[in-house]
Each structure stands twice: as structure tokens, then as C-alpha cells.
């Protein structure tokens, strides 16, 4: 079955760095795109970033644009998200999700993405 399996969450000073990874399996990579999206406690989950796994089309949040990329490597079935220069609004758990889709451009809408990780948690603080 599709399972995504989040890593690489932890303790971080602002100005530092974090990869996740989303471990993907029970599906072609290739065909489908990947969401990240975070919550941060009291709040709704916010979408991040997205990419098309088919052609590597990607798409950000302007408040994590120039600092955050998102990548893929189709052969180990895994997205990451390299995140730069975090700030403490940068705080909460991050997911993974799965959209149905080969082509096209990758949705910013919770709705339109299937499956989900546990998520990772993400603390950015001195």
C-alpha cells in the first residue's frame, strides 16, 4: 500500500539547516507529485513546497522561497526538503503528501493531495 515516511525533524538555531526526506513506497514515484506542508501548533496545515516528479517542475510558499528546495531522486523513491536559513516561524511538523498527477504543475491546495506521512517535527530556537 502507498506509505510516505517522513525523517530528518529536529532541534535547530535560527539561521541553521535541515534536509528532510519523505520516503515514498507502494507507487511509482515518477507518476506522481509530492507536497510538503507544516502546522505549526494552533494553526492550520500550511503548504510549502511542491514538485512534479515526472520533469522535477517545482513550486514554493513565498515565505520559504530562496531559502527552501525541494528535490527528488526517483530511483530511491524519496523527496527531500533542504531548508536554509530557518527561522522560528519556520517551527512545526512538516509532512509529506502524496497528488495524483504524471505532468503538469503540483497543487498548493490540501485538498487536492491523497496520501500522507506521519510528519517530522521541526523546532527552529535559541
Known amino acids: 500500500q502507498v506509505q510516505l515516511v517522513e525523517s530528518g525533524g529536529g532541534l535547530v538555531q535560527p539561521g541553521g539547516s535541515l534536509r528532510l526526506s519523505c520516503a515514498t513506497s507502494?507507487?511509482?514515484?515518477?507518476?506522481?507529485?509530492i507536497g510538503w506542508f507544516r502546522q505549526a501548533p494552533g494553526k492550520g496545515r500550511e503548504w510549502v513546497s511542491c514538485?512534479?516528479?515526472?520533469?522535477?517542475?517545482?513550486s514554493y510558499a513565498d515565505s520559504v522561497k530562496s531559502r527552501f528546495t525541494i528535490s527528488r531522486d526517483n530511483a530511491k523513491s524519496t523527496v527531500y526538503l533542504q531548508m536554509n536559513s530557518l527561522k522560528p516561524e519556520d517551527t512545526g511538523v512538516y509532512y509529506c503528501?502524496?497528488?495524483?498527477?504524471?505532468?503538469?504543475?503540483?497543487?498548493?491546495?490540501?485538498?487536492?493531495?491523497?496520501?500522507w506521512g506521519q510528519g517530522t517535527q521541526v523546532t527552529v530556537s535559541s
Open positions: 503528501a502524496t497528488e495524483s498527477g504524471t505532468f503538469g504543475y503540483c497543487s498548493n491546495s490540501f485538498y487536492s493531495y491523497d496520501y
Open positions: 507502494g507507487f511509482t514515484l515518477a507518476s506522481y507529485r
Open positions: 514538485i512534479v516528479n515526472s520533469d522535477g517542475t517545482t
